[in-house]
Every structure is written in C-alpha cells, then in structure tokens.
RNA sequence: GGACGGGUGGCUGAGUGGAUGAAGGCGCUCGACUGCUAAUCGAGUAGUCGCCGUAACGGCGGCUCACGGGUUCGAAUCCCGUCCCGUCCGCCA
C-alpha cells in the first residue's frame, strides 16, 4: 500500500508511476477523493460520539426525573451515533479498496513493458559450441542421460509440469540450495525454514493477490494459500510488529517449496524443468530502514552474483522496466543465465525492492529516534532455485553428454567433478 | 472430532455494566543521590485516526482490552459467532 499521506503531498508523482507502469491513473484521484469524503463523515461522527460520552457520565450521576429525563434524549442520540458511524465506516472502506489498488511508486525503473528492459552489464561470455565442435543437448536429454529428471514419471503422478529429479538430480539440486544457504549463512543471514501454506491477509498482504492471483493455488476448503515464493512467509514473520533495526537490516534466508500455477503460460516452456508448478528455492528476505533501501537492493544484487560465480554461469544483469514489476516492487534486477540451446536468456534470480509497500500493508514498522514508529522497507532476492539445474547441465556440458561439475558445487557433491551418463 | 479453561499494555497480572486506555509488579527512559557500578528515591513510559496549531515542543477529540456482530443511554465487563492457546478424552500416524 502506497504511502497515503505522500498520496496527498504529492498525487503527481503516484500518477506518473501508474502511467509508466501502464496502470490505472484515474485511481489516484479516486482515492484522493474517497479520502476527502472519509475525513469529512469522521469529523461529524466523532463530534457526535463525543457529545453522547459527555452525556453517559451525566446519565451516570443522575437521579430520579431528572435521569429519566437524560435517558430520552441519550437514547435519540444513540440512534444517530450509530447511522454516522456506520457512514464513516464505509467511507474508510471505500478509501481503503481503493488505495490497495494502487500498486507500488517505481523507484528508477524504466518506463514501459516486459520487452523495455535496460541490460546493466554482462558477466562471463557464453561458450561458442561450434567452434569447440559439437551440438550442444538440451537440459532435458542431458538429464535423462543422467537419469536425473524423470518428467513422464512425473506427469503421471501429478500432471504435467511436474517431474521428479532422481539420483545426481536430486544430490545437484540439494547442492545448489545447499550451497545458497552457507552463503547467506556466511553473509549474516538468519536460516529459516518457512510455512508454505498461508492466510489470506499474509497472501493479500505481499501484493500477490492483485492483477496476478490467478497464479496462485488456493485450497478453498481451508482458505490457505500456496504460496510462490518462501518472501510470502517471510513477510509475513514480522507482520504487526514493530522491530529493531538500530543494527542493520534484519535478514532472513527462507528455504521452501515453491507453488505456481503457471495458469496464463500454457504452451510456454514446457518442455523440462524451466517452467514448473513446484520446485524449491532459497530466497533472501531483507528487512531494512527506507533511506538504506537501494544500497540493500545492491546488497540482495551482489550476492546474487556471488552464487552465480560459485557455480560458474554466463549471465547478464537487466533493469526491469515499470510494467514487468509486481505491483509491490518499486524496482526489480533480474540475472539472467544463457540458455546455449534456445539462444536465449533464462531468468534465475530476481531482486525486488519493495520499499515500504508490503510493509505498510502488513503493519511493519520500526521505532524512529523520535519515538514515533513507522514503516519499514523490505526487499528480496533468490539465492538458488531447481531451475538452475537448467543453466548449470546446459552451460557445463560436455560433448560426450557428461557435465562438468562447477568447482564451487563440488564440495556439496562429495568432491565429484564430472557427472557422467548412465547407460541403459 | 468431543469436554472444560483461557486470550487485557513490551512482559506479568488486577478489573465482571458507569469518569478505566486500563491498579500493582517487572522491564525500559529521564532525573536525584553515591569515587564508579549496584541499590534507593522521584517522574515518565501503547498504538492509530482526525481536527487545530508551532520555528520546534504541542493541544483537543475519536477508535482500539484476540476478531466480528448484538444487548444497553453507557461494554474490557453481559449475549452470539469466528479464530487462537492450554488441559483431558477419542481418532489417526
């Protein structure tokens, strides 16, 4: 939820950004509006309540005639508490649907759609496949030359985009998330192991139940949620409270099973283990004061790119543009691996800033040096995802269907530097 | 699933219809005292929304005693529903 106070500062501001975003503009007046509306039924309500508390402890001292006669004029006066209090409640309803409209103020992001990204750099230059002589193999026939992804298996337990990892795949995919957590360990961050049902108001609360809800698994029955991504969770560790910062960011890494429906995407990615309904992740969830949000957002970037040199992986940083952000993230890097069989870029990590949006809907907040509190930034950033098992079996391939296993791996895999086919 | 008991401020814990946003204690903050610390004494110590106002500090009012509804002139207190916690029983791993 956008500050309401700056809303009314500065209305310009939050228009531009829905522009940019392709958003709703008109919204903001609405919400300028409701909001007018709402002061105006609170004032008459208040005035009205106060003279009727007045009037109780009159009514309290009463005696006989007199009392009774308190009592005839109370109770009409109750009457007409109650109508207004009931106006300002709808009033403040009406504002407050509006304003959880309203998607986050971009913070530097490029203007435009999913295709107007800015690329901030690259890192490490794709391997040229024809000049070393072979055609390289997709992840998924490297895969089963392994016997490590098993999707027909998969699609007949559970449908399709679902899989199992077998054998080196199962051990690859523990190592990468393995790996992901002593690195957030090692950087200060506190492990944690998170729900990955949640309440709807947790849900509602991170802004994953705006313009994309339709890629969420509800289970009706229970009203929970399955969340995408372990930052619902952790999100919701600290909602209502108000915490500590004086020390720094309060820094979580969340270790989870992740829940997508991938409902607009059929026909994309399905082949493999790229475009998924479940897979694992560990995510780095970053607590910190609004004015330290963008160095922390740098921070969540530079660790990313920490994991993706541990495992040795060509990939370019991008700059999302305005309306390929989630309507919580102000600003949004993506790295991006190269995928050698589909010449294309493949999304693995992703770092949002969400500065004081999911905050101010869940209720964290800090104590200021004043005394007063107020909300919190929070950011977040993947550490390590199954999907890398994508980029790690296509990039270190061999010519022979074995895979280099990238030095940084290795102590997770018990030293082994080569994964090799299983015949038969 | 059944039966009881309970949810009050940062914590603990009183309050069972009338000036109680809430006693007492703990903790914390500030001050006093003491070479220092401790102890002692004094003062202060929830959040939120609105109106007024300042250079800054602020003043007034509304709401909040798990959450939602109801009764009443008036609810932390009575009634109903929901959620959560505890104990016992049953059931299933």
């Known amino acids: 939820m956008i500050d309401l106070r700056a809303l009314r500062d500065n209305p310009d501001v939050v228009r531009a950004s829905q522009v940019a975003r392709g958003d709703d503009p008109a919204l903001v007046d609405a919400a300028l509006d409701a909001d007018a509306r709402r002061r105006a039924s609170l004032a008459a309500?208040?005035?009205?309540?106060?003279?009727?508390?007045?009037?109780?402890?009159?009514?309290?001292?009463?005696?006989?005639?007199?009392?009774?006669?308190?009592?005839?004029?109370?109770?009409?006066?109750?009457?007409?508490?109650?109508?207004?209090?009931?106006?300002?409640?709808?009033?403040?309803?009406?504002?407050?649907?509006?304003?959880?409209?309203?998607?986050?103020v971009i913070d530097g992001a490029p203007s435009g759609g999913e295709d107007d990204y800015v690329v901030v750099k690259h890192v490490r230059t794709p391997r040229d496949f024809a000049a070393e002589g072979?055609?390289?193999?997709?992840?998924?026939?490297?895969?089963?030359?392994?016997?490590?992804?098993?999707?027909?298996?998969?699609?007949?337990?559970?449908?399709?985009?679902?899989?199992?990892?077998?054998?080196?795949?199962a051990r690859l995919e523990l190592a990468i998330l393995n790996a992901a957590m002593d690195q957030a360990i090692a950087a200060g961050f506190t492990p944690v192991i998170t729900p990955t049902l949640v309440k709807p108001e947790t849900m509602r609360g991170t802004g994953f139940l705006g313009a994309h809800a339709d890629e969420i698994y509800r289970l009706e029955k229970d009203d929970l949620y399955l969340v995408g991504t372990s930052e619902v969770a952790l999100a919701g560790y600290h909602a209502d409270e108000i915490i500590d910062l004086a020390d720094?960011?309060?820094?979580?890494?969340?270790?989870?099973?992740?829940?997508?429906?991938?409902?607009?995407?059929a026909g994309r990615d399905t082949r493999g283990?790229?475009?998924?309904?479940?897979?694992?992740?560990?995510?780095?969830?970053?607590?910190?004061r609004p004015?330290?949000?963008?160095a922390e957002h740098q921070r969540l970037l530079g660790w990313e790119e920490n994991m993706l040199a541990l495992v040795d992986l060509p990939y370019r940083v991008i700059d999302t543009a305005a309306g390929d952000l989630g309507s919580s993230a102000a600003r949004k890097f993506d790295c991006e691996a190269w995928l050698p069989t589909q010449?294309?870029?493949?999304?693995?990590?992703?770092?949002?800033?969400?500065?004081?949006?999911?905050?101010?809907?869940?209720?964290?907040?800090?104590?200021?040096?004043?005394?007063?509190?107020?909300?919190?930034?929070?950011?977040?950033?993947?550490?390590?995802?199954?999907?890398?098992?994508?980029?790690?079996?296509?990039?270190?391939?061999?010519?022979?269907?074995?895979?280099?296993?990238?030095?940084?791996?290795?102590?997770?895999?018990?030293?082994?530097?080569?994964?090799?086919?299983?015949s038969g």
Not at 273 to 288: A, G, L, T, W
Not at 291 to 294: F, K, L, Q
Not at 390 to 406: C, F, K, T
Request: hydrophobic share 40%; with cysteine; aromatic share 8%.
């Open 134 to 169: 072979f055609e390289p193999r997709d992840h998924l026939a490297l895969g089963e030359g392994l016997r490590a992804i098993d999707m027909a298996r998969g699609a007949k337990v559970s449908g399709a985009r679902f899989f199992f990892l077998t054998g080196i795949g």
């Open 291 to 294: 004015e330290d949000a963008a």
């Open 343 to 422: 010449n294309r870029w493949l999304e693995l990590t992703s770092t949002s800033n969400c500065t004081t949006f999911q905050a101010r809907r869940l209720g964290v907040r800090e104590r200021t040096e004043d005394g007063s509190t107020r909300a919190v930034a929070t950011l977040n950033g993947t550490l390590g995802t199954t999907r890398w098992i994508v980029a790690i079996l296509e990039n270190h391939q061999q010519a022979d269907g074995s895979v280099r296993v990238p030095e940084g791996l290795r102590p997770y895999l018990g030293g082994l530097e080569v994964l090799e086919p299983v």
């Open 248 to 265: 720094g960011p309060a820094r979580y890494a969340g270790w989870s099973a992740c829940y997508r429906r991938e409902a607009g995407s």
């Open 45 to 104: 309500f208040e005035e009205l309540r106060a003279e009727q508390k007045a009037m109780g402890k009159q009514v309290a001292q009463a005696q006989g005639e007199e009392k009774q006669a308190l009592l005839a004029r109370t109770r009409h006066l109750a009457e007409e508490v109650k109508a207004r209090s009931r106006e300002a409640e709808e009033a403040a309803a009406t504002l407050d649907a509006t304003l959880w409209k309203i998607s986050n």
């Open 273 to 288: 283990i790229i475009r998924v309904h479940q897979f694992h992740k560990v995510e780095m969830f970053s607590y910190c």
